[in-house]
């Protein structure tokens, strides 16, 4: 079983930047990958970046060059730094995470967080 929860959310104007955090519960964090997703008002949950047990990553094509995901096994937390954000990166943060291997789609995860509002201003 594992517990999330995401901090870092907030109001930032476009160009700005913010970093989520996401703290796991658990004592076996570094065998999960660990993905970010967003959901828009009136829109599906979209993939945003994920991070393996190798810290291999990946990417949505809207982020790509402008997040970077990272996670620190020591401390149980995964973060998502995100820059030159734009008012359509305006959405509510999932963290996520999973043993398995789908891990672009939100299906392929088992534990989800409670999710951060991040509004962008334009």
């Known amino acids: 079983q594992v517990q999330l929860v995401e901090s870092g959310g907030g109001l930032v104007q476009a160009g700005g930047s913010l970093r989520l955090s996401c703290a796991a519960s658990?004592?076996?964090?570094?065998?999960?990958?660990m993905g970010w997703f967003r959901q828009a008002p009136g829109k599906e949950r979209e993939f945003v970046a994920a991070?393996?047990?190798?810290?291999?990553?990946s990417y949505a094509d809207s982020v790509k060059g402008r997040f970077a995901i990272s996670r620190d096994n020591a401390k149980n937390t995964v973060y998502l730094q995100m820059n030159s954000l734009k008012p359509e990166d305006t959405a509510v943060y999932y963290c996520?995470?999973?043993?398995?291997?789908?891990?672009?789609?939100?299906?392929?995860?088992?534990?989800w967080g409670q999710g951060t509002q991040v509004t962008v201003s334009s």
């Open positions: 996520a995470a999973t043993l398995g291997r789908t891990t672009g789609t939100a299906g392929g995860y088992n534990y």
């Open positions: 658990g004592r076996t964090f570094s065998n999960y990958v």
């Open positions: 991070i393996r047990w190798n810290y291999g990553t």
